[in-house]
């Protein structure tokens, strides 16, 4: 009787043990005795735990949970190492330009700066990407973490110093999903940014160029790209872009920013580039 009560308790504690290792809503409302960036970087990891877990993927969703819990705890909390992960030589280069990217723009200031912006790029971008990557066989998943990182960086290097001393003139790009013309909360921050660099140099045409990838019918991605476009200009103009100043251009399939074939997604080439050019050229 002894030894049954005894590996009962054990099997206990061995459950309470695996249950809190995937406990997303413990990590999730932690207390956290960081900064700004640590708060987000504590959300930011607990829900990409809360989507791996949603996918039965245990191994990962610990992982991010620990991060959101040392997040949560005030520790310095760094993107993913690419030794971390088992990567395919195609993605080595990628990963290695993106944590270089990454990490010069924290180390900047970007932490203190866009505590959120800076957050999201690391996590839902960078680290979402590295585990994505080392699944491989999601390209749509894969793409889809890059695309946020892009989005992401984009909002961050809008805002670095430089822009103060110089006008940026872009492009600034925002990046939709498959079908879609709706603007989230990543494509807000990059149009932030584009908005703030035209109030500095109002004497410019504000170009806004919509495109599509190849999946669908190539006519219906010129609408599409239209709808894009038209989007931004609209969101652009709330945020103090005068209307007049902006012209607008569709280009559907034409243009890719990545070369695909055709009927074939593909997340950077669904995308409005906001430029600017000086007024008579």
Not at 185 to 212: I, R
Not at 246 to 268: F, H, I
Request: charged share 25%; with cysteine.
């Amino acid at each position: 009787m002894l030894k049954k009560v005894l590996l009962v308790t054990a099997a206990a504690g061995l459950l309470s043990a695996c249950a809190d290792r995937w406990d997303v809503d413990g990590a999730r409302s932690m207390a956290n005795g960081g900064g700004a960036f640590e708060q987000a970087l504590q959300k930011e990891y607990a829900d990409l735990a809360a989507a791996e877990r949603g996918r039965y993927d245990w191994g990962d969703a610990a992982y991010f949970i620990r991060k959101a819990r040392a997040a949560a705890s005030g520790q310095t909390v760094l993107p993913t190492a690419l030794e971390e992960r088992d990567l395919d030589d195609r993605f080595i280069g990628e990963a290695t330009t993106m944590r270089a990217e990454l990490m010069e723009v924290l180390n900047s200031g970007a932490r203190t700066t866009m505590p959120q912006m800076a957050a999201r790029a690391q996590a839902a971008g960078f680290d979402c990407f590295l585990e994505e990557a080392e699944e491989g066989h999601q390209p749509d998943d894969i793409a889809a973490c890059k695309a946020t990182f892009d989005a992401a960086m984009a909002a961050l290097k809008g805002k670095a110093p430089k822009a103060a001393v110089a006008p940026v003139n872009g492009p600034f790009v925002v990046y939709f999903k498959t079908g879609s013309f709706q603007l989230d909360e990543t494509a807000m921050s990059v149009l932030q940014a584009a908005a703030t660099a035209y109030k500095s140099n109002k004497d410019v045409v504000v170009v806004v160029s919509g495109y599509t990838d190849t999946a669908g019918n190539a006519n219906t991605n010129i609408l599409l790209s239209q709808k894009r476009a038209e989007a931004v200009a609209t969101a652009l103009a709330k945020l103090g872009v005068s209307a007049s100043a902006m012209a607008l251009e569709a280009y559907g399939e034409e243009k890719l920013k990545v070369s695909t074939p055709n009927d074939r997604p593909e997340s950077q080439n669904r995308r409005v580039e906001i430029t600017f050019k000086p007024e008579g050229k």
